[in-house]
């Protein structure tokens, strides 16, 4: 019965993909006609690279298997079969119509094997074409992030990173559904956008933001920096270093209220191609503290500077952007007004209510609610004013998680599922992340790496 199996899947692998150097006329498939990827997969089909099945379909959502893809790969790149190959695979006879193409994708390196296994009628899954793809077209890795689904945990990051960078892959919803089996028309789909600009998609667009107090994207580093005894948002190619002014003083808005528009130490939000900045949008002109915030934006060109109406609000604070979506809190209760006595010792907790809104403030959800510390990150109108800003020094945002602490100890909120767990009972008074471990501060400055 498996002699039997084994003879139907060689037939099935090469009508699929026929050898790489026959020559044959382009097929019309009976099945793709209405297809939403119709016209990759007829582009393979009048290049000789793909084939179909016996009955005239080519069975496009159907999972392509890893025998399949490699076929495919040989004769879109025009690599020469390696010649008398010598390597054993556990699950390959040297006997089999397919063991060449095979012991030539493993030499280049394009599709290997696990422990003498070759795997040739297992699915291919979609983190595993990102990386069969880059590998086989030498596409750069790429380490900013993409899709929500997928972190910098995951093994095949980079490599989804950089297709997605070139415009060859998008997902859905924000998502890339790594896991997921690639089907024949996907496959198809995929490898025609690496051989053909022109079938690329139209634009790139990153889900997931990049928050800091200097944050770095494509090459360049945006930060807010005295120059001249004013703050001026900065723009320096990270290569060159050179630089240039986005916003200045003079660009800001004047009224009868007193507000700072730019601070060291305030952190931007980077999302595609737009700056995200929170502001003091009211402070008290005696004490010179914060008593109301509110955002601005602009594109990283320096273009379109535009003070936004909402969120504004007298406890907005921790701003990130994920899934084409704002997310903040406020605090539940009547908000405190905080002046020049405010101490943050002995801490307190603050029952905060996470929000999101579309990128034009609308649309405002309720989406989580929390106990966070009320200790706030280190800014402040000068060395002597008390730190009382848009950022709690509780809160932090990490690509699809947010985490924070309180007098009970640290949790995380997964924003892609709204799971909340408990990491640690470390009383903490501070926090960052790594790409593996979030650090956490106690209240003697001892550090504690958890993992993520």
Known sequence: MKHKLRIVFTTLLLIFSATPFQVRAATTFSDV??????????????????????????????????????????????????KNPTVQFKDVSKKSSYYQILATVNEKG?????????????????????????????????????????TPAHWAYQDINGIAKQRIAGGSEGRYMPANSVTRAQFSAFLVRTLDDSMKLSSYHSYVSTKGKTVEQNGFSYTISKSDYSYKLMKEQVKTGAREVLIRPEDTPRNDTFQVYLLNGFQLILYNDEIFIPYWYAVGEMSEMPMSYALMKLKTSGEELTFMDQPNDLS??????????????????????????????????????????????????????????????????????????????????????????????????SLLDKKTSKLSNVLAKDMYVTETQLVVTDQKGKNYPLKK
């Open 110 to 150: 394009i599709l290997r094997g696990d422990d003498g296994f070759m795997r040739p009628g297992e699915e291919t899954t979609r983190a595993q074409m990102a990386a069969i793809l880059r590998r086989s077209f030498n596409i750069p890795l790429d380490k900013q992030a993409t899709f929500v689904d997928v």
């Open 33 to 82: 006609d209405q297809h939403w990827a119709k016209k990759e997969i007829m582009y393979l089909s009048e290049q000789n690279i793909i084939g179909g099945y016996p009955d005239g379909t080519f069975k496009p959502n159907e999972p392509i298997t890893r025998a399949q893809a490699s076929a495919m790969l040989i004769k879109a790149l025009k690599i020469p079969l390696v």
């Open 316 to 413: 907005f604070r921790n701003l990130f952007i994920w899934n084409d979506r704002m997310y903040y809190t406020n605090e539940k209760n009547k908000a405190r007004y905080f002046d020049y006595s405010f101490n943050p010792n002995p801490p307190l907790d603050d029952p905060l209510v996470l929000y999101s809104a579309t990128l034009d403030g609308k649309d405002k959800r309720k989406e989580y609610v929390f106990d966070a510390r009320v200790i706030f990150d280190n800014v402040a109108f000068t060395p002597k004013h008390v730190q009382v800003n848009q950022n709690n020094k509780s809160v932090l945002f990490d690509h699809s998680t947010m985490y924070y602490f309180n007098k009970t100890g640290v949790y995380k909120y």
